[in-house]
């Protein structure tokens, strides 16, 4: 196994993804490439909380979105989980609204995930805000997962 891989709500979001613009059909293009090619070589998890995403989410694809993470184990939302997502939204690290990114980044740091993986790049994936991230992770002694697209975890056997 390649490290703990945390499976956020974007991921079967964009797998799913119907739209016809360039940006949204390389972004499929590349999470279906992963999914289908490399998830194997990693030990993949999620949470309840991405379920509750798209069970609440209005869009053609949700059941679909939901199938595809039927057999993803999902970690547990511990105490004190409430926490660090308080902690993180009164650093600035997340935004308030939605709490969904701080609880995503939340778990998978408890969890120490290896990898977060997202098409988050505003919140989540972004490099501009990894030392921050990194900062109140040390501060509360917690594990910082690489926080990644798909095409950051492209890899395998034909690499040079």
């Keep these: 196994?390649?490290?703990?891989?945390?499976i956020e709500t974007t991921i079967p979001s964009v797998y799913y993804d119907t739209?016809?613009?360039?940006?949204t059909i390389a972004r499929r293009s590349w999470t279906r490439q992963w999914w289908d090619r490399q998830r194997?070589?990693?030990?993949?998890?999620?949470?309840?909380?991405?379920?509750?995403e798209l069970q609440n989410?209005?869009?053609?694809?949700?059941?679909?979105?939901?199938?595809?993470?039927?057999?993803?184990?999902?970690?547990?939302v511990e105490r004190g989980i409430g926490e660090v997502v308080q902690t993180?939204?009164?650093?600035?690290v997340m935004p308030a609204n939605p709490t969904g990114d701080a609880l995503h980044l939340a778990l998978a740091s408890h969890h120490k995930c290896d990898f977060l993986l997202?098409?988050?790049?505003?919140?989540l994936a972004n490099a501009n805000k990894f030392s921050h991230i990194r900062a109140i992770n040390g501060l509360l002694g917690l594990f910082v997962p690489n926080?990644?697209?798909?095409?950051?975890?492209?890899?395998?056997?034909d690499d040079v």
């Design 88 to 92: 993180y939204v009164n650093h600035h």
């Design 40 to 52: 194997h070589d990693y030990e993949i998890v999620t949470s309840s909380a991405v379920l509750e």
């Design 1 to 6: 196994m390649s490290g703990r891989v945390y």
């Design 118 to 123: 997202t098409w988050n790049c505003r919140h």
């Design 57 to 76: 989410g209005e869009f053609d694809s949700r059941e679909n979105c939901l199938r595809l993470l039927d057999d993803v184990p999902l970690l547990p």
């Design 19 to 23: 739209r016809d613009d360039a940006e």
């Design 147 to 157: 926080l990644v697209t798909p095409l950051e975890l492209f890899g395998g056997e």
